[in-house]
């Protein structure tokens, strides 16, 4: 079988690598920096366990699961403790738990008579049809109101992107959303209708799918995917340029040139518009002058427009009696109306075992995003004062953390801004235009861990097939 490369050793090239590893594709993955996994990095240390970038996978596909069982670490996986739930949305300055049904909603303290008789005119609310893109807030203001983008949307696009719901695009950022109104004309009805269809798919709806880690931390599958790869996977290798050949393409990097019958970029956004790529024809869709110059590929500066703002995670370890709040649960998000620094707080302790010693408590926190970006640039001691403050308002945390450790992402999440259908548009018209070469990752495929795991496996089933027919 032809050789493939992979750009980019996170966790969408190493499953991509991996699942086509398992095919007999002879694989290469060329990665710039000295360590894999990406965002991915868990820490032991004096009993604690940080996790500095994502805390948990969710299943949404039985593709994750067979990766899983393909490595060989069902007996490492960890699925989140049933107890661990509750999730709570901070108003009033006080986290409050969110309901989890229909009665629940229409009896809870976290909205207003307002919001819940919103949620009931819901179903009647016309759905769009002049075809123009929406943002989250113009969305949510108009088939509810203005209290749940305030108080719920708002403090959720920050849970998820750090993200601004007033610039995230609804279809590209919450593509579900999007398609329940336009099929159902209802968030409410597609919920109920839309339920059956994704079962039928074996598919599950993030807010219901199973969330697991493993035994030390996320940290497992992606050293576990690079030990099977072994030697395929190169460090210090920054691919600096693409040349197609009669029989594929060419890769340069800093540790000398190869030639491969497909190329499979797993970067970022803003390192692919540092890609040079010879020959890649001019775009319809980007500014271009001359593409087939051996500078680098205009096509491609367009994907350096992308926002990645800063966050940054503020792991502490507390004393279980100097917490006041119980902590049992997910976490709890924070809306920006609340006035806190803090984006939300993840309960690390309360979904795992092992995460901190016998008596204590893990919180894993997050700062910066396009809510505060600046914030993401302070000293660790700042970050750990100013998150502490905060826990202190919100969980009753007394004393000082017995555990701390923070680590910055200065370009962190790529934003699904209006517009960004444009880039995904020119991904797809690049592959079209370019044979062999492949785009995966979070800049395409979704932000979440579980979205950048699919984004892996799916990339090497289409690259696999390329492989049989070319």
């Known amino acids: 079988m032809k050789p493939v490369a992979i750009i980019g050793a996170g966790i969408t090239g190493l499953a991509a690598a991996f699942c086509l590893k398992r095919k007999g594709v002879p694989v290469t993955v060329y990665e710039a920096?000295?360590?894999?996994?990406?965002?991915?990095?868990?820490?032991?240390?004096?009993?604690?366990?940080?996790?500095?970038?994502?805390?948990?996978?969710?299943?949404?596909?039985?593709?994750?699961?067979?990766?899983?069982?393909?490595?060989?670490?069902?007996?490492?996986?960890?699925?989140?403790?049933?107890?661990?739930?509750?999730?709570?949305?901070?108003?009033?300055r006080r986290p409050i738990a969110m309901p989890g049904s229909p009665l629940g909603f229409f009896t809870t303290r976290l909205f207003t008579t307002n919001a819940k008789l919103a949620v009931l005119r819901e179903p009647f609310v016309p759905r769009r049809r002049d075809g123009k893109e929406e943002s989250v807030a113009e969305f949510v203001k108009r088939r509810l109101n203005q209290e749940f983008l305030d108080h719920a949307i708002d403090a959720l696009v920050a849970g998820v992107y750090a993200g601004d719901p007033h610039n995230l695009s609804l279809p590209q950022a919450f593509p579900r959303l999007a398609e329940l109104e336009a099929r159902y004309g209802s968030l409410i009805r597609g919920q109920i209708f839309g339920a059956g269809e994704r079962k039928r798919r074996g598919e599950v709806a993030k807010d219901r799918a199973p969330k697991f880690?493993?035994?030390?931390?996320?940290?497992?599958?992606?050293?576990?995917?690079?030990?099977?790869?072994?030697?395929?996977?190169?460090?210090?290798?920054?691919?600096?340029?693409?040349?197609?050949?009669?029989?594929?393409?060419?890769?340069?990097?800093?540790?000398?040139?190869?030639?491969?019958?497909?190329?499979?970029?797993?970067?970022?956004?803003?390192?692919?518009?540092?890609?040079?790529?010879?020959?890649?024809?001019?775009?319809?869709s980007a500014r271009t002058s001359d593409a087939n110059t051996p500078n680098r590929s205009s096509a491609l500066q367009v994907f350096s427009e992308i926002r990645y703002p800063p966050v940054a995670s503020v792991v502490l370890g507390f004393r279980r009696e100097d917490v006041g709040h119980a902590c049992e649960g997910f976490g709890m998000l924070i809306p920006k109306v609340e006035g806190f620094k803090m984006l939300g707080t993840i309960f690390s302790s309360s979904l795992f075992p092992n995460r901190a010693p016998v008596g204590h408590l893990t919180l894993t926190s997050y700062l910066g995003g396009e809510r505060q970006p600046e914030l993401a640039s302070l000293p660790a001691e700042k970050l750990i004062e100013l998150t502490c403050e905060d826990l202190r308002i919100l969980l009753g945390v007394r004393g000082q953390p017995t555990f701390t450790h923070c680590a910055v992402y200065p370009r962190a999440i790529p934003q699904y801004n209006l517009g960004y259908g444009r880039y995904r548009g020119l991904l797809a018209e690049i592959e079209d235009r370019a044979p062999g070469l492949f785009f995966a990752g979070h800049y395409r495929d979704g932000v979440s861990l579980g979205d950048s795991i699919l984004s892996g496996c799916n990339v090497a089933g289409r690259v696999g097939k390329f492989l049989t027919t070319k």
């Open 33 to 92: 920096g000295g360590r894999i996994g990406g965002v991915i990095q868990s820490i032991r240390k004096d009993g604690y366990l940080a996790e500095c970038g994502p805390n948990t996978i969710l299943e949404t596909s039985p593709l994750i699961a067979q990766l899983v069982r393909d490595a060989g670490l069902e007996s490492r996986r960890l699925y989140s403790d049933p107890k661990a739930d509750a999730r709570y949305l901070v108003r009033h």
């Open 213 to 284: 880690s493993f035994d030390e931390g996320l940290q497992v599958l992606p050293d576990t995917l690079a030990a099977q790869l072994g030697g395929a996977v190169k460090f210090n290798s920054s691919v600096t340029k693409l040349t197609p050949t009669a029989n594929g393409w060419r890769v340069t990097a800093a540790n000398g040139e190869a030639e491969f019958a497909a190329v499979i970029y797993c970067g970022t956004a803003y390192r692919l518009a540092e890609l040079q790529i010879i020959g890649t024809p001019n775009s319809n």
